[in-house]
């Protein structure tokens, strides 16, 4: 079973940056994709980006050119630096951690409020 804990979320006016980071209880090395996926009010839970074991990146169109995902497995941790903020990116994010053949885990969830 893996834990994961998100921080860095907050408040920040449109046009600002964060860092969000999720933190892995086991070590990330045998996780084949990582993630981070946000949920608005009143929405779906919808992708933000993803990134393999090999380095491979996915991103949603929205935000391509704003938001990078990196992971450093010597740190057990993925990151999500997100720039030039919009206040329609006001959601709470959460981190996933998905190995091949089992389920996938979440985190608990870190609300990023975006003002305009």
């Known amino acids: 079973q893996v834990q994961l804990v998100e921080s860095g979320g907050g408040l920040v006016q449109a046009g600002g940056s964060l860092r969000l980071s999720c933190a892995a209880s086991k070590s990330t090395f045998s996780i084949n994709v990582l993630g981070w996926y946000r949920q608005a009010p009143g929405k779906q839970r919808e992708l933000v980006a993803t990134?393999?074991?090999?380095?491979?990146?996915n991103y949603a169109d929205s935000v391509k050119g704003r938001f990078t995902i990196s992971r450093d497995n010597a740190k057990n941790t993925v990151y999500l630096q997100m720039s030039s903020l919009k206040p329609e990116d006001t959601a709470v994010y959460y981190c996933?951690?998905?190995?091949?053949?089992?389920?996938?885990?979440w985190g608990q969830g870190t609300q990023v409020t975006v003002s305009s």
């Open positions: 996933n951690a998905w190995t091949y053949g089992l389920s996938p885990y």
């Open positions: 990134i393999t074991d090999t380095g491979s990146t």
